[in-house]
């Protein structure tokens, strides 16, 4: 081999390693993005678990309520048990980082405003104060999350 032929080797070796090197330093910084990423979906994934069995521990004890005669409990029977089972999906598919977490977690917020609307309205109960609660948890965890996924959305 030539001297100008080896130097033309060596020259796309040292290239191959330095453009490697510098592929690898990107994909350091991006790993921490991509796991705060990550952490977005699995954060909000809890929220809407928490929130999907308080509400269901709350529609069991508005059921009670109903039967003991108290038929202003009817409402808010049906808005947790709806609450319970969108948040049991939204916890679903953001904990899997679904393509549909936007759409989900929308529905997710704004059914968890109005579960805690209603059950605030009874928030002398405990059980019912703990529901409200938890619900604006869980809709600010969707909205955070909504703010999170926007851009990333935006971008596609």
Not at 25 to 30: D, F, L, P, R, W
């Given at each position: 081999?030539?001297?100008l ?5 060596l ?8 453009s ?66 969108v ?26 405003k ?11 109960d405990?059980?019912?104060k ?27």
């Amino acid at each position: 081999m030539s001297r100008l032929s080896l130097a033309a080797v060596l020259g796309f070796a040292a290239a191959g390693l330095v453009s490697l090197g510098t592929g690898r330093a990107q994909e350091s910084k991006a790993q921490p993005k991509a796991h705060e990423h990550a952490q977005h979906f699995q954060d909000c994934a809890k929220a809407c678990d928490d929130c999907a069995r308080l509400c269901e521990a709350c529609g069991a004890h508005c059921t009670r309520l109903v039967a003991d005669g108290k038929k202003e409990h009817l409402e808010t029977v049906r808005t947790c048990q709806d609450c319970a089972t969108v948040c049991a999906a939204a916890s679903a598919i953001t904990a899997r980082s679904g393509p549909y977490s936007d759409a989900i977690c929308q529905a997710c917020a704004d059914v968890c405003k109005r579960c805690g609307d209603a059950c605030e309205k009874h928030a002398a109960d405990p059980m019912m104060k703990r529901c409200a609660d938890e619900c604006r948890k869980c809709e600010k965890a969707c909205r955070d999350m909504l703010a999170h996924t926007r851009p990333q959305a935006a971008s596609r």
